[in-house]
């Protein structure tokens, strides 16, 4: 009953039974089906059954779009000598219109398939047969991932064959009874098996290994095992002790103690489980049923949640599930289950009710496995783990064929490189003694390998450690020192099409007079909750509105508590996981943390405003082991509480602060002094910031003014301006290679607003914008290279993004981010840690209540397997200094080198080749688009000349007889 509470997408779907026509009728099933298989499997293409013969060993093939009653003269597929036990279509037929089958038998053989597309028309013959060694074939299974990898279980062995050289590969015996079935994880790095001997079984089937063993279904009836997707799960079903039916949840990390274990009824029949990994639907079916179970798949307690289950008038034989990209989506069909009955095969679409279906409902369809292999059976072997690429499923966006055959079985023979054995006939042995090959007519190979490549996978897995950016032979450069303001403008960048610009020089693009931007469709996602810290204790939600909440460096976070003595947990992002309840060292101040914040330049070295002072930590190496009571350095000026730092953005052991005390102050921590102290404030100082160059201070205060100083020259501010209005709080950031300041403050009417202003002129703002209303200051962190502005409060629940430009409209709205609770507050990480192939230009950490998750943003791209240079420029190198804290004192300007994000084995897109233009369309502003009005004239009269034909055929008045004149007499 849990699913009442639960916030579902598909809980509300049901199945929607077609009417008897929309059945697939009048064909053979056989009444007693005894085997571990299903019985049904069917791809994008073909639908496969096994057919009512007296040996068994026929089966039915229909095309997927079959529907009424089957011709009895149709071609069946005369597969073996004896009894087919199970069969399945390769999963990799995305642009063929023919499936490869591979089917096993009790005559001890595996045989593999080519169905030609639509109906057949003769039955095909075998392109191979594998054999087993004396014992009959119990379920067939093709590998997730790998190209032309199949397993099957035979007696108390898993083998896996590479079907592409007709080679077995691996043999696991590790079993003392027979193999009921098994389940490839998704990435076919492992699979599980069930057992008769009452155990279930995790195996590496490369290493001929055992890795986790459960004591499994207490009864030696028909037990089946499947594997949840990418979920760390497994589930069983099958009987206990008291010969009722049950499944068990599993952990294939730990199986000595099942997660969960659920008694369904007392029925007798096998139960034949079907799950799709993209929406979490489970069904289970039991044979001779006349119901289907539909459970909702879930990580947490009570993992399967039962939702509407379906009744239905016949007996269940056999159950099979559609594949995601055969789908009618744009009905709301989110699953197909083919339910094999009594002469007939009935389609169960499962559909989500919304209120139209005009447009396709993007939360229904996640992206789907694309129907490519990940790899081919060499690097599967060689140790490979790839996950097969995703594909959306809105009609728009979907992949069109490529020129050359991409999956979806063997190549044409001619396309291979190795040699292709002479024909011959079909062997069939029935009982074969020893393990061979038959060669055949044709011979399944694996494809050319460059007709596809291997792409990343768009499922949701935990981020890998960024691999650190080449770094080019430039240096840190000196740029002109006290100089006007004008001169810390950067130098003109090249044209927008070069690879190496710097993002803030880049031009808005405009599409039709209206300014757009390339990150305008970006998305946020919450990575995996494996990379989760849970269960933060006492977590400090009543800071100064002038602190951020918490901060993050690539190494540890930095998190406030709310006990006594000023305390501060520092978390390592290397050690994602539970946190226990008590005994977490901390940072301890002795009184009332205001701010804190990482130097950029050391991840191990915290600066902390205590009331007046500020107290610097260094934190050891691998993580805080206990409690430290002593800073290294403690720093005091200040005469009232310090309510905002910031370090220096290019000189290390430089430190400013802003006190209640009306000044700034600026500090060099090796010589552990104050050098500079900033007047001119009349009020409570907000924020401040450094300029990217770090020669220029910008502060907003509560007096309601701007003001930008210049340290080293004078300790009063050079430029004034008027700011956001009120008391209630405001930030400061530069942008665009400081030519520009955003600031968020609150409007006249308690509106939170961003403001832009000219760097060089303070009077006015470039352009306001409001956001919402909320009681909350919204947090602003600036990403030079893109120019994006992310946007954020405290208790907020989305973040807000613009690209902040130097011409008209001045920001640009992008993407605004939606989470299903409040957060207090988020984090951003250098550049350097962001995966560029998978077009990720942000990464931080989000902190809620109770737990730290990490956040991609990321660009939807087509062409993934380029490096991106129109969406990454070089990049400055912001997490190493480019001068010490004397050379900057002396005047020195230097900054940091920049650097290029492009991995070595990734070609920049601008090298990409050129497609063809489209055809022009008719724009209404572009007028070379126009039609001149005899152009619409020759259109139209060919267009109505097209549908009207010329007809010498007689009028109808023309063939009535008339009447002679004497009849008109009477």
Same mark, same amino acid.
């Given at each position: 009953?849990?699913?009442?509470?639960?916030?579902?997408?598909?809980?509300?779907?049901?199945?929607?039974?077609?009417?008897?026509?929309?059945?697939?009728?009048?064909?053979?099933?056989?009444?007693?089906?005894?085997?571990?298989?299903?019985?049904?499997?069917?791809?994008?293409?073909?639908?496969?059954?096994?057919?009512?013969?007296?040996?068994?060993?026929?089966?039915?093939?229909?095309?997927?779009?079959?529907?009424?009653?089957?011709?009895?003269?149709?071609?069946?597929?005369?597969?073996?000598?004896?009894?087919?036990?199970?069969?399945?279509?390769?999963?990799?037929?995305?642009?063929?219109?023919?499936?490869?089958?591979?089917?096993?038998?009790?005559?001890?053989?595996?045989?593999?398939?080519?169905?030609?597309?639509?109906?057949?028309?003769?039955?095909?013959?075998?392109?191979?047969?594998?054999?087993?060694?004396?014992?009959?074939?119990?379920?067939?299974?093709?590998?997730?991932?790998?190209?032309?990898?199949?397993?099957?279980?035979?007696?108390?062995?898993?083998?896996?064959?590479?079907?592409?050289?007709?080679?077995?590969?691996?043999?696991?015996?590790?079993?003392?009874?027979?193999?009921?079935?098994?389940?490839?994880?998704?990435?076919?790095?492992?699979?599980? @098996?069930?057992?008769?001997?009452?155990?279930?079984?995790?195996?590496?089937?490369?290493?001929?290994?055992?890795?986790?063993?459960?004591?499994?279904?207490?009864?030696?009836?028909?037990?089946?095992?499947?594997?949840?997707?990418?979920?760390?799960?497994?589930?069983?079903?099958?009987?206990?002790?008291?010969?009722?039916?049950?499944?068990?949840?599993?952990?294939?990390?730990?199986?000595?103690?099942?997660?969960?274990?659920?008694? #369904?009824?007392?029925?007798?029949?096998?139960?034949?489980?079907?799950?799709?990994?993209?929406?979490?639907?489970?069904?289970?079916?039991?044979?001779?049923?006349?119901?289907?179970?539909?459970?909702?798949?879930?990580?947490?307690?009570?993992? #399967?949640?039962?939702?509407?289950?379906?009744?239905?008038?016949?007996?269940?034989?056999?159950?099979?599930?559609?594949?995601?990209?055969?789908?009618?989506?744009?009905?709301?069909?989110?699953?197909?289950?083919?339910?094999?009955?009594?002469?007939?095969?009935?389609?169960?679409?499962?559909?989500?009710?919304?209120?139209?279906?005009?447009?396709?409902?993007?939360?229904?369809?996640?992206?789907?496995?694309?129907?490519?292999?990940?790899?081919?059976?060499?690097?599967?072997?060689?140790?490979?783990?790839?996950?097969?690429?995703?594909?959306?499923?809105?009609?728009?966006?979907?992949?069109?064929?490529?020129?050359?055959?991409?999956?979806?079985?063997?190549?044409?023979?001619?396309?291979?490189?190795?040699?292709?054995?002479?024909?011959?006939?079909?062997?069939?042995?029935?009982?074969?003694?020893?393990?061979?090959?038959?060669?055949?007519?044709?011979?399944?190979?694996?494809?050319?390998?460059?007709?596809?490549?291997?792409?990343?996978?768009?499922?949701?897995?935990?981020?890998?450690?960024?691999?650190?950016?080449?770094?080019?032979?430039?240096?840190?450069?000196?740029?002109?020192?006290?100089?006007?303001?004008?001169?810390?403008?950067?130098?003109?960048?090249?044209?927008?099409?070069?690879?190496?610009?710097?993002?803030?020089?880049?031009?808005?693009?405009?599409?039709?007079?209206?300014?757009?931007?390339?990150?305008?469709? #970006?998305?946020?996602?919450?990575?995996?909750?494996?990379?989760?810290?849970?269960?933060?204790?006492?977590?400090?939600?009543?800071?100064?509105?002038?602190?951020?909440?918490?901060?993050?460096?690539?190494?540890?976070?930095?998190?406030?508590?709310?006990?006594?003595?000023?305390?501060?947990?520092?978390?390592?992002?290397?050690?994602?996981?539970?946190?226990?309840?008590?005994?977490?060292?901390?940072?301890?101040?002795?009184?009332?943390?205001?701010?804190?914040?990482?130097?950029?330049?050391?991840?191990?070295?915290?600066?902390?405003?205590?009331?007046?002072?500020?107290?610097?930590?260094?934190?050891?190496?691998?993580?805080? @082991?206990?409690?430290?009571?002593?800073?290294?350095?403690?720093?005091?000026?200040?005469?009232?509480?310090?309510?905002?730092?910031?370090?220096?953005?290019?000189?290390?052991?430089?430190?400013?602060?802003?006190?209640?005390?009306?000044?700034?102050?600026?500090?060099?921590?090796?010589?552990?002094?104050?050098?500079?102290?900033?007047?001119?404030?009349?009020?409570?100082?907000?924020?401040?910031?450094?300029?990217?160059?770090?020669?220029?201070?910008?502060?907003?205060?509560?007096?309601?003014?701007?003001?930008?100083?210049?340290?080293?020259?004078?300790?009063?501010?050079?430029?004034?301006?008027?700011?956001?209005?009120?008391?209630?709080?405001?930030?400061?950031?530069?942008?665009?290679?400081?030519?520009?300041?955003?600031?968020?403050?609150?409007?006249?009417?308690?509106?939170?607003?961003?403001?832009?202003?000219?760097?060089?002129?303070?009077?006015?703002?470039?352009?306001?914008?409001?956001?919402?209303?909320?009681?909350?200051?919204?947090?602003?962190?600036?990403?030079?290279?893109?120019?994006?502005?992310?946007?954020?409060?405290?208790?907020?629940?989305?973040?807000?993004?613009?690209?902040?430009?130097?011409?008209?409209?001045?920001?640009?709205?992008?993407?605004?981010?939606?989470?299903?609770?409040?957060?207090?507050?988020?984090?951003?990480?250098?550049?350097?840690?962001?995966?560029?192939?998978?077009?990720?230009?942000?990464?931080?950490?989000?902190?809620?209540?109770?737990?730290?998750?990490?956040l991609s943003f990321t660009v939807p791209r087509i062409k993934m397997e380029y490096f991106q240079d129109d969406l990454f420029p070089d990049t400055r190198a912001c997490w190493e200094p480019a001068m010490t804290a004397q050379e900057w004192l002396d005047g020195g300007n230097k900054v940091q080198r920049t650097i290029s994000l492009r991995p070595s084995d990734m070609k920049p897109l601008s090298e990409a080749p050129k497609e063809a233009p489209a055809p022009k369309k008719y724009e209404s502003y572009n007028p070379e688009t126009y039609k001149t009005d005899e152009q619409k004239k020759e259109e139209l009269m060919r267009a109505m000349g097209s549908k009207l034909e010329l007809k010498g055929d007689p009028l109808p008045q023309d063939l009535f007889e008339g009447v002679d004149d004497d009849e008109w007499d009477d």
């Amino acid at each position: 009953m849990a699913f009442r509470f639960k916030a579902s997408k598909y809980k509300n779907a049901a199945a929607k039974v077609p009417k008897k026509d929309g059945w697939i009728t009048d064909i053979s099933v056989p009444r007693g089906l005894s085997s571990q298989g299903n019985h049904i499997k069917a791809n994008c293409h073909h639908i496969a059954y096994n057919y009512d013969s007296p040996g068994g060993n026929i089966l039915g093939i229909l095309p997927l779009n079959s529907i009424g009653r089957q011709d009895k003269s149709t071609p069946l597929l005369h597969a073996h000598a004896d009894s087919v036990t199970d069969f399945d279509f390769s999963p990799f037929d995305a642009f063929s219109e023919t499936s490869l089958l591979a089917t096993g038998s009790q005559d001890c053989s595996v045989k593999l398939w080519t169905i030609p597309s639509g109906p057949l028309t003769e039955s095909p013959s075998a392109t191979a047969t594998l054999t087993a060694p004396d014992r009959r074939v119990e379920s067939v299974l093709w590998h997730p991932a790998a190209e032309n990898i199949l397993g099957f279980s035979s007696d108390r062995s898993v083998r896996i064959w590479d079907v592409g050289t007709q080679q077995e590969a691996y043999v696991l015996e590790d079993h003392n009874d027979l193999v009921q079935s098994f389940s490839w994880k998704e990435d076919g790095s492992l699979l599980t @098996t069930s057992c008769k001997d009452k155990k279930v079984r995790v195996l590496d089937p490369r290493a001929g290994s055992t890795v986790q063993t459960g004591e499994g279904h207490q009864n030696v009836r028909d037990s089946r095992v499947l594997w949840l997707g990418e979920k760390d799960m497994l589930l069983s079903v099958g009987f206990s002790k008291m010969r009722e039916r049950q499944y068990i949840v599993w952990d294939p990390r730990n199986m000595g103690q099942p997660l969960a274990t659920e008694t #369904l009824d007392s029925n007798t029949g096998p139960i034949m489980p079907l799950y799709d990994a993209d929406t979490g639907m489970l069904f289970l079916a039991g044979k001779g049923d006349s119901a289907v179970r539909y459970f909702e798949v879930t990580s947490k307690h009570p993992y #399967l949640t039962e939702c509407q289950p379906h009744m239905s008038s016949e007996q269940v034989k056999g159950v099979a599930l559609v594949p995601k990209r055969a789908m009618e989506v744009m009905t709301g069909e989110v699953n197909r289950v083919l339910l094999l009955v009594h002469q007939a095969i009935i389609p169960l679409p499962y559909i989500v009710p919304r209120k139209s279906y005009r447009d396709f409902h993007e939360d229904l369809y996640p992206d789907t496995a694309s129907g490519q292999p990940a790899m081919t059976a060499q690097e599967w072997m060689d140790g490979g783990n790839n996950m097969v690429t995703k594909v959306s499923l809105d009609p728009k966006r979907r992949p069109a064929a490529p020129s050359k055959q991409s999956g979806g079985g063997p190549p044409p023979a001619a396309a291979s490189t190795r040699p292709v054995p002479p024909p011959s006939k079909p062997v069939v042995q029935a009982k074969p003694s020893t393990q061979k090959v038959e060669p055949v007519s044709s011979v399944p190979v694996e494809p050319v390998k460059e007709d596809r490549k291997p792409q990343p996978a768009a499922v949701q897995m935990p981020k890998p450690a960024a691999t650190p950016a080449p770094a080019p032979a430039a240096s840190n450069t000196e740029i002109p020192a006290k100089t006007s303001s004008k001169d810390t403008a950067t130098k003109e960048s090249p044209t927008e099409e070069s690879a190496g610009q710097k993002g803030s020089n880049r031009k808005s693009v405009f599409l039709a007079g209206i300014a757009t931007s390339k990150f305008r469709h #970006l998305k946020c996602t919450t990575l995996h909750r494996s990379t989760h810290i849970v269960n933060i204790r006492n977590l400090n939600m009543s800071l100064f509105g002038e602190c951020d909440g918490f901060h993050a460096n690539p190494d540890r976070v930095a998190v406030p508590l709310s006990v006594t003595g000023g305390q501060i947990a520092v978390y390592e992002v290397s050690q994602p996981g539970r946190l226990p309840d008590t005994g977490v060292p901390t940072v301890q101040n002795g009184t009332t943390v205001m701010d804190f914040c990482w130097d950029p330049f050391s991840t191990h070295r915290l600066a902390v405003a205590a009331d007046a002072s500020i107290n610097i930590w260094n934190i050891p190496e691998g993580g805080l @082991t206990e409690t430290l009571t002593e800073p290294e350095i403690c720093l005091r000026g200040h005469e009232e509480k310090i309510y905002c730092m910031k370090f220096h953005p290019t000189a290390s052991d430089i430190l400013a602060s802003a006190s209640y005390d009306m000044s700034v102050r600026v500090w060099d921590l090796s010589a552990e002094q104050q050098v500079f102290k900033l007047r001119g404030h009349t009020d409570q100082i907000f924020s401040l910031a450094w300029s990217p160059d770090g020669q220029y201070l910008a502060t907003v205060c509560k007096d309601g003014s701007i003001r930008i100083y210049n340290p080293r020259d004078t300790t009063r501010p050079l430029r004034e301006g008027d700011g956001p209005a009120g008391a209630r709080g405001a930030r400061v950031v530069w942008a665009c290679d400081g030519k520009c300041l955003a600031v968020t403050g609150f409007g006249r009417s308690s509106t939170r607003t961003v403001f832009v202003f000219n760097a060089e002129d303070l009077s006015a703002p470039l352009t306001t914008v409001d956001i919402d209303e909320s009681p909350t200051i919204l947090v602003p962190y600036y990403d030079e290279d893109s120019r994006v502005l992310f946007l954020t409060g405290k208790g907020d629940s989305q973040i807000f993004s613009y690209e902040v430009s130097t011409e008209k409209p001045y920001l640009i709205e992008l993407a605004t981010t939606a989470f299903n609770s409040p957060h207090q507050g988020v984090s951003f990480l250098p550049k350097k840690m962001c995966n560029v192939k998978d077009v990720e230009f942000a990464q931080g950490y989000q902190l809620n209540k109770t737990t730290l998750e990490p956040l991609s943003f990321t660009v939807p791209r087509i062409k993934m397997e380029y490096f991106q240079d129109d969406l990454f420029p070089d990049t400055r190198a912001c997490w190493e200094p480019a001068m010490t804290a004397q050379e900057w004192l002396d005047g020195g300007n230097k900054v940091q080198r920049t650097i290029s994000l492009r991995p070595s084995d990734m070609k920049p897109l601008s090298e990409a080749p050129k497609e063809a233009p489209a055809p022009k369309k008719y724009e209404s502003y572009n007028p070379e688009t126009y039609k001149t009005d005899e152009q619409k004239k020759e259109e139209l009269m060919r267009a109505m000349g097209s549908k009207l034909e010329l007809k010498g055929d007689p009028l109808p008045q023309d063939l009535f007889e008339g009447v002679d004149d004497d009849e008109w007499d009477d």
